[in-house]
DNA sequence: TCTTTTTTGGAGTTGACACTCCATTTTTGT
DNA sequence: ACAAAAATGGAGTGTCAACTCCAAAAAAGA
């Protein structure tokens, strides 16, 4: 990931992912702080050395589970997310995302939003990574709602870009009272109102 | 705080406010893991065997610290807080939250949801401590929309309940948003569409 | 005042963690 | 096959953080 890396082989790739996807999934249920270098050795497999090899340090493998999770929370989404432009696409939407966090007990919250509360002022040089995944994610639902304009099932008056904006707002406090709470009633709470708000749009 | 605690003289008491005051701002900024019990005793001015004098660990610490953030953060609210039955009202405190953001340039998200974000899963037992912070902060609003509808100002269909949920949520996840982008868009489009949609729901 | 309890200071201990070094094995490219 | 480059194993290092101990000072209560 480092500039100058040399280049790896099929082996070295394959260790390389190994070692963020061990390291993603750790960091994901105790933070980054509570995840510790020869835990992610242990979890992937590999020897003490390894993560110096193809990473500089903990904050280079940080940002390289930042990709790894944005990537995996917008491939969970589809194709769903990329077509988020009717109310019953939204609908559809938001049921998958309150049924995944029922299948994980609610445990654990957004892996984006949990990455970015905990590094946003700790290691302030990758609260623009976090940044950038969440704009995917939300260029991803402003898409859809700027097509549901278009087509006029929103009125003119409506900012699309505010309210995919909001809208991930909901998602996110919404998962973190589900994650404290234990309890989906908040996520669906905030999705529900906020998917209201959007249909009450319509001309 | 613990229980068999031996009782506190006034000075003892001034000594231990300090030492949670000095905590609860460390780790508002640095998170819990990134403050050590070294950096309490300097900010606090205190010898470093007072923490454990007045904690039986940091753990205990940390669970004084969530008090102490709930009081804050409801306090830093009111009188708004405890009258929000009037969608002036609501829209003010809309205002305010915004406002108390942009005064600390965006930094910090919410102290109590950057804790509970933090404890949720690498310290269970701190689990409720966070969720009954949010609990009083959701009552507070949930009595303000209560009395609105027992008013006639919202619809019978209107569940004042849930749309307090929905409405910690925004203010959550419109606060982290926020937080990462350094901009108080995430969290004004958040709360602005919430209010809209309960303004909506008048009779 | 005089005993008891609480508060304070500071040195010390233990363990964990990020990170390094170097030798060995495996793979690559010719 | 054979040099060069990459991947791996494992021991080791220095730092820092949580927590302990004990003795001295200050306050409380009688």
Redesign the pocket.
Known sequence: MTAGE???????????NRIVAAAAELMFVRGV?G??????QLAA??????????F??????VRAVIAHQTDAVLAGQQPLLSRLDTMEALRAWRELIVDMQRQRACEGGCPIGSLGSELAETCPEMRPDVAAGFARWEAAIRDGLRTMRARGDLRQEADPDLLALALLSAVQGGLLLTQIRRDTAALEAALDAMLDRIASLAP
């Open positions: 040399v280049r790896l082989t099929r082996k070295g790739q394959a260790t390389r702080a995840t510790s270098t020869d835990d992610v497999g590999v020897s003490p050395s390894q993560i110096y090899h193809y500089g340090d903990k904050k280079d493998l």
